[in-house]
């Protein structure tokens, strides 16, 4: 057998799903479900949301597949699906007033002071998993959902700058700007953590 | 010379390495210059990573059993009505 005839191949799964094969629809669901249920948790931050979320996503595709085009990757379809769960939910929970993707986000000075601090080689190495998991958690759920969103979509699922904008229905340099907000505030977060220690000559105190 | 401020707006393709040799050559200049801004591509750097490699990607046998029951559930009605 040709070594890539055991390759994923999303496309004719598709297309034999959109033919009335359940086993294809089944397999699509196997092959995503771990990313929609992160994606879904990253959003929600909440275990029953996100399962309420996965399970919408993969019935609303298995009902809407008849109107999927193609035009984009079968995953990018479905998360975009996921998304507008996610983003659901959140508005259903009143006290979450970040939740509109598409408000203004002024991209001009951050106010934040900004810790410069160089870091451990593998800083990371310095945690337990479970320690590390609950610092970069902690860290993820303290920003506001249009940067949460943007990179649970870009540095977590790696999507590429564009499929985010097309999930998210942002425009290309909205999705760049908030990424990089992202990306600079979690450095924030995580510098208290990972900073290389400084020797402290009154440590024998 | 890139100033800090145009140095940060450049950071995320930076280190995605989505820009041209020229803007490239640009921001090495500045952050062979500028320690700090050496600092929070580093560390912004790592960022990245050690969320790359450190997210688990897992379901719950639960929750994965519950999703492949509501499935089928659809799928079987699905059929029943196109009979």
Redesign the interface.
């Known amino acids: 057998m040709a070594p890539e005839a055991a390759v994923f191949d999303e496309s004719s799964l598709v297309a034999q799903a959109r033919l009335g094969d359940?086993a294809a629809?089944?397999e699509l669901?196997e092959k995503y479900?771990?990313?929609i249920?992160?994606l879904a948790q990253n959003i929600t931050q909440n275990r029953e949301d996100a399962?309420d979320v996965?399970?919408e996503t993969?019935?609303k595709a298995?009902?809407h597949l008849p109107e999927f085009e193609g035009l984009s990757k079968f995953y990018t379809w479905i998360v975009r699906i996921a998304v507008n769960e996610a983003l659901m939910k959140l508005r259903k929970r009143k006290w979450d007033k970040t939740v509109w993707l598409d408000e203004p986000v002024t991209v001009g000075e951050d106010s934040v002071a900004?810790e410069?601090?160089?870091?451990e080689d593998n800083?990371?190495q310095r945690y337990s998993?479970e320690e590390?998991?609950e610092i970069?958690d902690k860290a993820?759920n303290g920003l506001a959902t249009p940067y949460r969103t943007v990179?649970a979509l870009r540095?977590?699922e790696g999507l590429s700058?564009e499929e985010t904008a097309h999930a998210l229905e942002l425009s290309v340099p909205a999705v760049?700007s908030r990424?990089?907000r992202a990306?600079?505030q979690?450095?924030d977060k995580?510098?208290a953590f990972?900073k290389k220690k400084v020797e402290d000559p009154f440590a024998y105190l | 010379m890139l100033t800090c401020k145009q140095f940060l707006a450049e950071l995320s393709d930076f280190l995605d390495e989505s820009l041209g040799v020229a803007e490239r050559k640009q921001l090495e200049d500045h952050i062979n210059a500028c320690p700090n801004c050496w600092v929070i591509a580093d560390t912004t750097r790592k960022t990245i990573e050690v969320y790359k490699c450190h997210t688990p990607i897992s379901i719950p046998t639960e929750i994965r059993s519950r999703l492949m029951k509501a499935l089928e559930k659809k799928m079987a009605a699905k059929r029943g009505s196109t009979l």
């Open positions: 359940t629809f089944t669901t479900q771990r990313n249920f992160r399962e996965l399970q993969f019935l298995y009902q900004r410069i601090a160089v870091w800083p990371e998993q590390l998991r970069l993820v990179f540095d977590m700058t760049k990424l990089l990306r600079l979690l450095r995580l510098t990972f």
